[in-house]
């Protein structure tokens, strides 16, 4: 069975948020996923479309798959390198905090 990937790294989105976007397209065809993600109002939804178009532009270059007879198989977020930042405090001090980033990786597969 043919398996198109395409991934986007380090984005600036804790992958918590982003993975809440990725399992509402978990198993659907192409068209559909993508019609949802137009919907969804998260920060996470356009970088998610963008990374499924990818996917799909990669099948119809690569495999010269049609987009109507693929759908998303797997959908992987995973925690990208957090930026490690301080906050000024009260008397002096200083606060860590950091900036989490995501890695997503979409599967496409063939019906």
């Not at 920060?43 to 499924?52: E, G, H, I, Q, Y």
């Amino acid at each position: 069975m043919t398996e198109i990937k395409a991934q986007l790294r380090h984005v600036r989105v804790s992958s918590r948020k982003m993975r809440l976007v990725a399992n509402a397209i978990k198993g659907l065809p192409v068209h559909e996923a993508e019609r949802r993600l137009m919907m969804l109002t998260q920060r996470s939804a356009p970088l998610v479309l963008k990374t499924l178009r990818s996917a799909v532009a990669n099948a119809r270059h690569n495999a010269e798959l049609k987009a109507e007879d693929l759908f998303v198989k797997t959908i992987i977020v995973n925690q990208g390198v957090a930026l490690k930042r301080i906050r000024p405090a009260a008397m002096g001090a200083a606060h860590g905090y950091k900036k989490h980033a995501a890695h997503l990786e979409i599967t496409l597969g063939v019906k």
